[in-house]
């Protein structure tokens, strides 16, 4: 069963940090994952504190996030940016997703998250969820 999924950036984070088996589902070739180039542009703003994070010299560091980097499709705004409102109106207060949320919306699809609220709205998806599909 192939699976499709908007990654956040908690979930990058964690996948850079951890590196352990939840590299398995990014590079299981039943996996499909997209993202915004918001991504992108988070990763920039915390790429040292990762760096340190992981303990991996800036070499490794790169390789590892250029392949992860391959395996996601990133998706301009213009894609999605009419399911905007959409998202707006679903994360009320919590603006910080909503190029996420859009996104997923415009791709009928969930996010790979770790954040609550996007699972009280019923578009967050968990790496337990997605490695019990991945493995049907």
């Known amino acids: 069963m192939q699976i499709a999924v908007v990654v956040d950036s908690n979930i ?6 951890s590196q352990g088996d939840i590299l398995e589902i990014i590079f299981n070739p039943k996996t499909k994952l997209y993202a915004p180039f ?3 542009e988070e990763f920039e703003k ?9 303990r991996l010299s800036e070499d490794n560091f790169e ?5 992860i980097f391959k395996k996601i499709s990133f998706i301009p705004i213009e894609q999605y940016e009419t399911f905007i409102e959409s998202a707006r109106r679903l994360l009320k207060n919590h603006l910080k997703d909503e190029d996420f949320v859009a996104l ?3 791709l009928k699809t ?6 609550d609220l ?7 998806l968990s790496t337990k969820e997605i490695a ?3 493995s049907q």
Do not use: D, M, N, P
Not at 110 to 115: A, G, H, L, M, R
């Open 12 to 17: 990058l984070f964690r996948i850079l940090i």
């Open 38 to 40: 918001k991504l992108k």
């Open 46 to 54: 915390h790429k040292k504190e990762l760096i340190q994070k992981t």
């Open 63 to 67: 390789k590892l996030v250029g392949l």
């Open 104 to 106: 997923a919306l415009s």
């Open 110 to 115: 969930k996010i790979w998250t770790y954040e």
């Open 118 to 124: 996007l699972f009280k709205i019923g578009i967050g």
């Open 132 to 134: 019990q599909k991945l």
